[in-house]
């Protein structure tokens, strides 16, 4: 199994990024919207912890900036009914520390804005991640709300805004509903990742 990547990061295209090794090999990861906003510009080394997901037709590589955030995607696809696309979009939609206080909270209301995550799965992942996350600490001071300095070189506002859209339904929103939120956020030289970050705040208020 892989567990770790270290290489130069070639290629942003959320959600996918492309990290190719010393040895040369570029391996495609899919990563959540939190993980991206933290990743270096292109041409700059990059690590992330990584899971690997092997299904019968489908082999695919997941990452993330901290271990303690693919550790929390490993328990929620434990959760029945949640496989990894909507294990990514869980975190995509809010840091680790803000899903662990929200089952902390049972804050069933914060999940269901969620893409793909209705009132069962809320209810379900409350139940049962509770128990599994008891023991989990919360870091002092939620993550800043402000995007990362690190982004995608994007300069024109329909690229980005595209961009933004393709991302948001690969993480599972329907594409009427990504294109309004995009629209409603988007502004001149406005690149992708704020975008999307932008966007996912507007879906979830």
Avoid at 54 to 72: M, V, W
Avoid at 86 to 107: C, K, P, Q, Y
Wanted: glycine residues 6%; negative net charge; aromatic residues 4%.
């Amino acid at each position: 199994m892989i567990g770790r990547i270290r290489g130069t990061l070639i290629e942003k295209i959320p959600p996918f990024v492309i990290i190719e090794t010393t040895a040369g090999v570029g391996y495609e990861i899919q990563v959540p919207m939190t993980t991206f906003y933290q990743l270096p510009e292109e041409g700059e080394q990059a690590i992330l912890s990584t899971h690997m997901s092997i299904a019968e037709n489908l082999h695919a590589l997941y990452g993330f900036i901290s271990t303690k955030d693919r550790a929390l995607f490993r328990e929620l696809i434990k959760v029945n009914g949640v496989g990894p696309k909507l294990a990514l979009a869980i975190l995509s939609g809010m840091e680790t520390d803000e899903f662990v206080m929200t089952v902390h909270d049972g804050n069933v209301d914060r999940l269901v804005k969620l893409p793909g995550v209705g009132k069962k799965t809320a209810e379900r992942l409350l139940v049962e991640m509770s128990d599994r996350l008891k023991d989990w600490s919360i870091s002092a001071g939620l993550p800043s709300s402000q995007p990362s300095e690190a982004s995608i070189a994007q300069t024109a506002k329909t690229d980005a805004s595209q961009e933004a859209v393709s991302a948001l339904i690969a993480l599972g929103y329907k594409p009427q509903i990504a294109s309004k939120a995009v629209t409603q956020v988007a502004h001149d030289d406005a690149k992708s990742e704020e975008l999307i970050r932008l966007a996912l705040r507007q879906l979830a208020s």
